[in-house]
């Protein structure tokens, strides 16, 4: 033992356990499980609670609300002559998180084209970006893909 020879620490071999120690049975007395309605707070015991069923709702149905607003739109670029393509590639770098190559090669198309697609995103992520790029004074907007 680490502490044999520390003053007041008796060596003594440590406590085992039979293999079949836990496999003793409980008694009722040892477990106490509430009844249905008998338990403490609103009358309520353990019980089972049942789920209703799932309605499944059909993503493509005309008119369906969630699907309208989950879908997918693509922010664009436009190019402008107010700035630099240094400060756009490196705001597409900064705000959408794209590699600096990516960012490189689509602020140039959009310089030499005059537009181009940042990315495809749902319809939040794609109006966060879009938001947030014309806060840099950028020229973006979205549209669905």
């Known amino acids: 033992s680490l502490l044999s020879g520390v003053a007041g620490h008796a060596t003594r071999s440590p406590r085992v356990l039979s293999s079949t120690a836990w496999l003793r049975p409980v008694s009722p007395q040892m477990v106490s499980l509430p009844t249905p309605g008998t338990g403490p707070g609103r009358g309520a015991g353990a019980g089972v609670l049942e789920k209703e069923p799932m309605q499944k709702k059909d993503p493509l149905a005309i008119g369906d609300e969630a699907s309208r607003n989950d879908g997918m739109f693509q922010v664009l670029l436009f190019n402008d002559e107010v700035n630099t393509r240094e400060y756009v590639a490196r705001c597409l770098v900064v705000v959408c998180g794209l590699a600096e190559g990516d960012a490189f090669s689509i602020m140039h198309k959009a310089h030499r084209e005059g537009w181009a697609i940042i990315g495809i995103w749902g319809s939040e992520v794609a109006e966060m970006y879009t938001k947030m ?8 907007d979205m549209s669905e893909a």
């Open 133 to 140: 790029l014309q806060s840099k004074g950028l020229s973006v």
